[in-house]
């Protein structure tokens, strides 16, 4: 299996190194060609405007959203807001996952913060403990289509975490964290 | 809801989610706009850039809260701002107007002769710059989230960031041949706590992110600066004291992503104006260096 990681900015590294980890083969994607015989795509944390930017640039925006309709995409903090229909704000979203994002939800820096989520569809048997999830200056899923499953929520109810049959979305970062089960969970999709 | 702030690792993140972009210095809303609609991943709201503190001279202080609070409104990506190395209250300030991160910086005059921030202290992380590993490391014990090698800010000159960056990749070679046995001489000699000297072997880089700033000027200065293995780049006068900022701002960032890629980079160096007048660092008087600011 060989999952593409998009590298126009942010921490795609942090998500090269997890996959390289759990064995599967990862590429940097900053152009088109490096899309070719890719099973799947992860979009990773960043700054959602510069990662849009580059990307409409580059000419990746079709040639994603036309893999979305065939192979799994994830999309992280940043990712998340890249995958999203609307963001309230003007910048270059693919507008492929039927959910509605807000930026920066949560406030600035300083309102940034670490806790413990329950992720039902992403435990296994060997680690059935909640997933630690990091925040930083994170979006939240405001609302999501008819076909979208939510995954995961904060204690008050707001939205964290979705999928969409082969989309995925979460406002956290995995890659921080050192636990491999989202990533696991995203190769079985 | 059990929730921690504040933590080493929500700090060290909010670089990580940085990495391969620009973080452009800013004096105006307009010119965030500017860096935010190029693609810059950050700005640094200033109250004058680096080259105009030199032409000034004089005491180089935090800026007006009220630029910081204006650029804050302008843009959605983070705002940087800085304080005088040593000077908590600055720091102390930028943390309560809310800004995302501070840079701890030797372009300002320095308000402490012998001793930085204890960054530890504070929710907002901290940049700081380096001109070796020992310096780098001695600003992450003190808390700094980050890490810029310096160059000569202000010059449009790229010497001293390349000798800079240069310098610290090769302390990092050298400690990752070395025997674990010699770690500790190694930490005495540069003056690096010994723990995190330790760390950084063990991991092959430093514990945190490091960019790279200071005289950087054109695409070609960024790329080059990553393929000497930087996370990222810090353009100062670089942008704004040139003849198009929209067009070289926008090329720095494509230039910073594309690094490894020539024909990307020549493509986006294409009619961008007149670059910064530089000014050469060999041929300033010591007095004025900026980079030995730190200790």
């Not at chain 2, 808390?143 to 000159?157: L, Q």
């Not at chain 2, 190694?186 to 690096?192: L, N, Q, R, T």
């Amino acid at each position: 299996m060989k999952i593409g990681v998009l590298a126009l900015q942010g921490d795609f590294a942090e998500h090269i190194q997890i996959l390289e980890k759990i064995g599967v083969t990862a590429v940097e994607v900053r152009l088109p060609q490096d899309m070719a015989d890719i099973d799947g795509l992860i979009i990773p944390g960043g700054e959602s405007t510069t990662i849009g930017k580059l990307a409409v640039r580059f000419g990746l925006m079709e040639p994603i959203r036309q893999l979305a309709s065939t192979r799994p995409i994830w999309g992280t903090c940043a990712g998340a807001i890249f995958l999203a229909r609307d963001s309230r704000h003007s910048q270059p979203l693919l507008g492929v996952m039927d959910i509605s994002i807000r930026r920066n939800a949560f406030g600035r820096q300083a309102e940034s913060f670490e806790t413990d989520l329950d992720v039902p569809d992403v435990v296994t048997a060997e680690n059935s403990q909640k997933v630690h999830a990091v925040f930083i200056r994170a979006p939240l899923i405001e609302s999501v289509g008819t076909d979208v499953k939510v995954l995961a929520r904060l204690p008050d109810g707001r939205i964290v975490a979705a999928r969409q049959l082969n989309l995925l979305a979460t406002a956290f970062h995995p890659e921080l964290t050192g636990d491999d089960r989202f990533h696991r969970y995203f190769l079985s999709m | 809801m059990d929730q921690t702030v504040g933590t080493t690792g929500l700090k060290r993140g909010l670089a990580q989610m940085l990495k391969g972009g620009v973080i452009m210095d800013v004096v105006t809303s307009d010119q965030a706009k500017i860096a935010e609609q190029a693609g810059a991943c950050a700005v640094m709201a200033l109250e004058r850039v680096p080259a105009d503190i030199r032409v000034d001279g004089g005491v180089a202080r935090m800026s007006d809260p009220d630029i910081i609070y204006k650029i804050m409104d302008a843009v959605t990506i983070p705002v940087m701002a800085k304080c005088r190395i040593g000077h908590f209250v600055e720091a102390q300030i930028l943390e309560a107007i809310g800004v995302d991160y501070i840079d701890e910086s030797e372009v300002l005059t320095p308000a402490d002769q012998y001793h930085h921030v204890d960054k530890h202290a504070f929710k907002i992380p901290f940049v700081c710059g380096c001109r070796n590993l020992g310096e780098a490391l001695r600003r992450i014990g003190e808390g700094a989230a980050m890490i810029r090698t310096k160059g000569e800010a202000g010059t449009g000159d790229v010497v001293e960031a390349v000798f800079h960056a240069r310098t610290v990749f090769g302390e990092i070679r050298r400690l990752i041949a070395m025997g674990d046995e010699e770690v500790m001489a190694f930490a005495k000699e540069i003056g690096a706590p010994y723990e995190l000297l330790k760390e950084t072997k063990d991991k092959g880089h430093l514990p945190v992110v490091n960019f790279a700033a200071g005289g950087i000027a054109t695409p070609a200065d960024a790329a080059l600066m990553m393929q000497l293995g930087v996370d990222g780049v810090f353009v100062g006068s670089g942008i704004f004291k040139s003849g198009n900022p929209e067009r070289r701002a926008k090329a720095i960032v494509e230039a910073t992503t594309h690094f490894r890629d020539p024909q990307i980079i020549a493509e986006v160096s294409r009619n961008l104006g007149e670059p910064m007048v530089g000014r050469s660092v060999s041929s300033m008087p010591e007095s004025e260096h900026l980079a030995v600011r730190g200790w």
